[in-house]
Structures are given as C-alpha cells and as structure tokens.
C-alpha cells in the first residue's frame, strides 16, 4: 500500500535534517567561547602578576615599625628581635608568662584574684613596642597585609586550643564602627587561622548591638561597666553555639573586659567551653605566679 506524504512530513524531515548540523555549530561556539575565557584569564593572570613585580620594584617592602626595606613579609630581622614571643612557663588559666617555672597547673595571682569566664587565653606575643605599632597599622591604617603573618603567630601560639576547637568567632565591631573602619582586625586575623588551622570562622553569630566607647584610657572597672551587656547572641543563630567549643579572637588582651563580656554571652547561648586567642597581651612582669 502505497503512503502518501503530507507537507507536514517533509517539513518535519527537513527540520530534523538541520538538528545535527545546528548541535555542531553550537558545541563548535561552546569551544570558541571557553577557549577565548581560558586565554584572557591566563592574561589576566599574566598582567597582574607583572603589575605586582613592578610596584614591588618601585616601592620595596618596608618595615611597619621603623619603615627600612624588608625582603619579607612586615617586620625586618631588628623588629624581629625585639618582638617578645609569649612561651612556656605561662600561666595555664590566662597564659601570663612566668618569669620562672613555679611547677605544673600553678595560676597567676590575676587567675586566683579574679577568675575570667573564658576557660584558657593565650597570646603570640607582649604588646610591646613593635607588637604595638603593629597592631596599630591593622587596626587604623588599613594594613590588612600584615594579617597573615600576625594571624600565623596566633596559630602556633593557640595550637593547643585550636586542636579541640569547633568555631573561631571574632570580637565583632557594632555596624557603625565596622562601617567607618571598612574592616574588622579580628575578623581578618580569624580567617588567617582558619586557613591555618581548618576550624571554621563563625562571624554572624556573636553580635555587638550597642555601641562602646574606645577602652584606650579607661580604667578596669570602667572598661568592664563599658561593655557590659555589649554583645549578644541572637536566638536564631543559637544552634551555631549551642554545644560547641569556641574560641574568640581579638587583637589584644589588655585587662580582658571585652573578650570577658564575649564570652559570657557565648555561654548563656550555651557555648561548651570558650577559649581566647589574641595577637598580644598586657603583661605585668612585677606579679609573681602563687
């Protein structure tokens, strides 16, 4: 029996006829297209590697302390030396360094005096002259490039922290500051562990909701009264606390007020334990461990 063909027939013969064809041209355009991106990223690369040779050959490196060219990252090898890396003996509570080893599991008479809420604070270093003008530069002149190497020296100073640890949470800024500032140091110094370590920067959970006045200049009692009831967690962000063992960085510890009041709102959100991680600490050398 002979069929007989409708125009719909051929019309959907020459249609299917094209198919292949157009697939080929679009892979084919595919192809083009990733190969071109493939080539301006790899300029691109190029470009700003060259553009980063160039500037650090017109503008040397200098030394954030005293400002003489330095081959390597911040501080030159006279800074260097005289940065005081905090080490063992130090007291096991606050991790206040001790001018002697007065034997295992002795506190500092700040520790026995006025215990923290945080369970165990240690420090990269004193805040000395250079850890000062370091900080200084992080803190208000936008030198986030000092940030990887002060965050390294925190690591290796809190490795035994960071070994139990679930979550690192940065001392937060309120909005307004955080928004004049651009930046928070401790945020920056937490990403730097994080990537050093693997633990994970928990950065929305803690919050400022009021603002303080800077501490510089207070006295103690006057810094605690300042932040007091400064920081909260919020209940919706609870679960990312809840049962974890989280350690707070900041930049320095002077009398602990702040990282104290942080603290405390991590374990009314029910925080397991909180532990503290600075860059420097304060250090009275005139007080003995008891």
């Not at 249609?15 to 297209?33: F, K, Q």
């Not at 503008?59 to 005289?82: D, I, M, N, S």
């Not at 070994?163 to 937060?172: F, N, Q, R, S, T």
Request: overall charge positive; aromatic content about 6%.
């Amino acid at each position: 029996m002979t069929r007989k063909f409708r125009s719909s027939d051929l019309s959907a013969t020459r249609r299917g006829a094209t198919l292949p064809r157009m697939d080929a041209e679009t892979s084919s355009s595919r192809s083009i297209s990733t190969h071109l991106r493939g080539a301006l990223n790899t300029c691109r690369g190029a470009w700003a590697h060259a553009a980063r040779l160039a500037l650090d050959i017109a503008l040397p490196t200098l030394c954030v302390a005293c400002r003489e060219p330095v081959a390597g990252e911040g501080v030159c090898a006279t800074c260097w030396a005289k940065l005081s890396f905090i080490a063992q003996p130090y007291c096991p509570r606050l991790g206040i360094p001790f001018v002697y080893d007065p034997g295992p599991g002795l506190l500092s008479m700040e520790a026995i005096a006025d215990p923290p809420a945080y369970a165990r604070a240690r420090a990269a270093v004193r805040y000395d002259d250079v850890a000062r003008t370091l900080v200084h530069a992080l803190k208000y002149q936008d030198r986030t490039d000092l940030a990887p190497a002060m965050g390294r020296w925190m690591a290796r100073a809190g490795r035994e922290l960071l070994g139990e640890a679930d979550a690192l949470v940065p001392v937060p800024l309120h909005w307004r500051r955080g928004w004049s500032r651009r930046y928070n140091q401790s945020g920056a110094l937490a990403r730097i562990i994080e990537r050093q370590s693997g633990v994970k920067v928990t950065t929305e959970a803690l919050r400022r909701v009021r603002p303080t006045q800077q501490q510089i200049g207070l006295s103690r009692s006057q810094r605690a009264s300042n932040v007091q009831g400064a920081f909260k967690v919020e209940a919706s962000r609870q679960s990312e606390i809840q049962g974890r063992r989280v350690i707070l960085i900041d930049d320095v510890l002077t009398s602990g007020a702040t990282v104290d009041a942080c603290a405390r709102a991590l374990l009314r959100a029910k925080a397991a334990s909180v532990d503290v991680l600075v860059f420097a600490r304060v250090v009275d050398t005139h007080k003995a461990p008891i």
